[in-house]
């Protein structure tokens, strides 16, 4: 309790109560520094009951980083750098500031008199606001608890008749009186936790709910005070007796019947008949934030005036804020999450303030294990004692972190970096260890130098001792270190990219798609194989990218064989220095599976061109049985030629394959290849729902004409018994244009297909001479 003790001296030394007056508005709110009055009461001092969530208006006037939009003029005036509350009516912030400024004065002045009924009254400020600001000059004579009604249902369980009729000085004085001689920190701690026993008994669910794609629907939910959910066509889902009718009417109205509609028909079944009143929402925004917190007030109804969305229940938001959370959200659209008490607990204490995150620095002696080459995901051990039986270095750094602690991941002599980021997953007192699991490997790690030459870091605990594994963070510093770290390693964003643009670039059909997507997930290793033209480059990458979600281009590793490509290249071999030596390096194959490793969440993509121009046996050595897929991952490993290391192929990399059946030069695939991967053929797609789309959009007799003539000799191909349809023209040679050109059809008739044709017929001018003849007609279009 000692340490929220000292918060609270630290405050008042900060910003004593006669020195309010002195205080200028750059003081006050500055979005550049975190030593304004705002910061400290929001965010310093979280310790002492948190006051997060909700927009800054609550200070009365911020300093904006985005400028408010002008729907939002009812509520706050804005010049070109700050905003305050319109009911002040006043024209400047200085003005504006100062109504701001003699609130605080006069809830401190009563705070310090013990005028409780004064500072109820005050109404510049919401509430919550207000009564921090009141227990920072109480002298410790208030709860450190602001939101009513965790204070109504505090006061309830101690026996207050008609607690909600209470005010807030009346639900304060109760409960300071339950103190009794306890210390005023402890005693606050086991209200907290009253509070989450009082849920569980209540026996209600708690809900990881996501309000549309990346949480775009929240605000909407917000203002309206409710929550919605999709799959409007549906109808009202009163009108279903069980899970299977869902499930059944959505196989229908998607037309797909062999789709299990597994995770949506649970999602509407659970939203409509199994989520109760008083149930808790969780909101997420993405994998790793949440963005707020509400209880259910509402049965469940279909409401028909949105326009999408219809699935309503009405919510009483009780948080708001974005909060990261050191576990990925499930990314269903509903998640019940009840029995995950743990993970439950850490959420709620967002909200609570309560035994918030620390911030720890973690060594890793490289010579012991590796902090960069550990997996992402992967769990490292550590005991609170060494081999000696000793006690750690700052052993109680061990024995305070707590399960949710975030990490920074530091390797020493001779690497001298950050290499990585973790948490601490959890802490097991009866065998004396604590647990960490990385989250994030490095690709740009940074320097210890670079560090040192931060002088708002001189004073972390890791520069003041010699030795140690564990030392501990402030939360500046941890944030500090953050920002050095997403200098060079940001958090990209990439352009979505889903089935419907796969369908709409490639040509495929749906259920080809679903049929190839199946076929890569299931085998691992596929081969597109297919005649000139037909797209298979094209559609590998396209098909990588629509199963990753986003076009992420640093999880797809392309490459093309040739005769001359060894092991050395793909896997491990020696390569020449500069000084004459040689260096053993990893080839390419070989560093992909390690990246894919470090990443085990995410799915990668080895794409192969002319795969069978390739000596396959020689360049995959003994890695072909491990890229089998019933021989993946770590319980499969086996020693490199190379090197003396057991190495896997991990099960989130795929490899695709590309294959031109019409090269007459290659022999055919070897067996031991061939049961390894799955043949996908790959066809001409002129009369794919998508290419006449295509056709319509140029608007030209004569590129109609041409494709039904290049149509007519693939006939002609096909009917070739030494040639068959692995070599008919593909469609590919047609795509691409914006705009039809008469000078660009010529040019690929004359200098791709002619060519191809004499190739193909090269035994056979009258074949050749006829097919030649018809593409000749196209000089009589226009």
Not at 64 to 81: A, E, F, M
Not at 176 to 186: A, H
Not at 544 to 554: L, P, R, W
Not at 689 to 697: A, C, P, R, T, V
Request: net charge negative.
């Amino acid at each position: 309790m000692t340490d929220r003790r000292n918060l609270y001296k630290d405050f008042q030394k900060h910003f004593p109560k006669e020195h309010l007056k002195e205080m200028t508005l750059a003081q006050y709110t500055n979005l550049e520094r975190k030593d304004s009055f705002c910061y400290w009461v929001e965010h310093k001092t979280r310790k002492l009951g948190s006051i997060l969530g909700g927009s800054s208006h609550k200070f009365g006037i911020y300093e904006y980083q985005t400028k408010p939009k002008d729907d939002q003029s009812s509520v706050v005036n804005i010049d070109d750098k700050y905003a305050w509350y319109s009911k002040y009516a006043k024209k400047t912030a200085e003005e504006a500031f100062a109504v701001v400024k003699n609130a605080i004065i006069n809830i401190a002045e009563y705070a310090g008199e013990g005028n409780w009924e004064a500072i109820e009254k005050v109404n510049d400020f919401g509430d919550v606001y207000k009564w921090k600001i009141a227990f920072l000059y109480s002298n410790e004579s208030l709860i450190p608890i602001y939101r009513k009604e965790m204070l109504v249902e505090l006061a309830t369980h101690f026996g207050m008749s008609n607690a909600s009729k209470a005010d807030v000085p009346e639900l304060q004085m109760f409960l300071f009186k339950q103190k009794g001689d306890k210390d005023l920190y402890e005693f606050t701690s086991e209200l907290l936790e009253l509070l989450k026993m009082d849920e569980k008994i209540k026996g209600h669910h708690v809900w990881m709910y996501a309000p549309g794609e990346n949480a775009y629907k929240w605000e909407d939910c917000l203002s309206q005070k409710v929550m919605r959910i999709g799959w409007e066509e549906m109808g009202n889902l009163d009108d279903y007796k069980t899970k299977e009718d869902i499930t059944t009417k959505l196989k229908k109205i998607y037309d797909k019947p062999n789709d299990s509609f597994k995770n949506i028909s649970l999602a509407l079944w659970e939203f409509s008949h199994v989520m109760q009143v008083g149930d808790i929402i969780i909101v997420k925004k993405g994998k790793s934030k949440i963005v707020g917190r509400g209880i259910v007030e509402s049965d469940y109804y279909f409401d028909d005036t949105y326009s999408d969305y219809n699935h309503v229940r009405n919510v009483n938001w009780t948080n708001v804020g974005e909060w990261d959370v050191f576990e990925k959200n499930a990314l269903k659209t509903l998640t019940d999450i009840t029995k995950f008490t743990d993970s439950v607990s850490q959420i709620e204490k967002l909200f609570t303030g309560e035994s918030l995150k620390q911030y720890w620095w973690l060594v890793a002696n490289p010579k012991v294990w590796s902090f960069s080459e550990t997996p992402v995901g992967a769990v490292q051990d550590y005991s609170f004692y060494n081999d000696d039986g000793h006690k750690r270095h700052i052993f109680d750094n061990f024995i305070n972190a707590k399960a949710g602690d975030l990490v920074i991941g530091y390797e020493t002599s001779p690497t001298k970096q950050i290499v990585a980021t973790a948490y601490v997953d959890k802490v097991d007192y009866n065998e004396n260890s604590i647990y960490f699991r990385k989250t994030e490997s490095l690709q740009k790690p940074v320097d210890l130098s670079i560090l040192k030459n931060t002088p708002t870091l001189n004073n972390m605990e890791f520069f003041k001792y010699s030795v140690g594994s564990l030392f501990k963070l402030t939360e500046d510093e941890y944030h500090i270190l953050m920002s050095l770290i997403r200098e060079n390693n940001p958090v990209l964003s990439y352009e979505k990219y889903t089935v419907e643009n796969f369908l709409n670039d490639v040509y495929f059909d749906s259920d080809e798609y679903d049929k190839l997507k199946k076929l890569l997930e299931t085998k691992k290793n596929i081969i597109l194989q297919g005649a000139p033209g037909v797209g298979k480059t094209f559609c590998a990458k396209r098909l990588a990218y629509s199963m990753i979600g986003e076009k992420d281009k640093n999880r797809i590793e392309f490459i093309q064989f040739h005769q001359n490509y060894s092991y050395e290249d793909f896997v491990m071999g020696y390569k020449p220095k500069e000084d004459g030596t040689f260096k053993l390096k990893g080839g390419v194959f070989y560093n992909f599976c390690k990246k894919a490793q470090s990443d085990p969440d995410k799915s990668y993509f080895f794409i192969i061109d002319e795969i069978n121009r390739g000596n396959l046996s020689k360049i995959f050595g003994e890695l072909l049985m491990l890229i089998e897929n019933n021989y993946r991952g770590e319980r499969h490993k086996i020693r490199l030629a190379y090197k003396d290391e057991e190495f896997s192929v991990p099960e989130n990399l795929y490899i695709i394959g590309m294959m031109n059946t019409a090269d007459r030069s290659l022999a055919m695939i070897d067996y031991a290849l061939r049961r390894r991967f799955s043949f996908y053929e790959m066809k001409p797609s002129f009369d794919s729902k998508g290419f006449k789309e295509y056709q319509e959009k140029l608007g030209s007799e004569k590129f109609n004409k041409a494709i039904d003539i290049i149509k007519e000799i693939n006939k002609e191909i096909e009917k070739d018994e030494s040639l068959k349809d692995g070599y008919c023209i593909g469609h590919s040679y047609f795509c691409n244009q914006e705009n039809f050109s008469k000078e660009w059809l010529s040019n690929v008739i004359e200098y791709d297909i002619k060519p191809m044709l004499r190739e193909y017929w090269f035994d056979d001018d009258h074949k050749y001479n006829d097919a030649c003849n018809k593409l000749a007609s196209l000089n009589g279009y226009e």
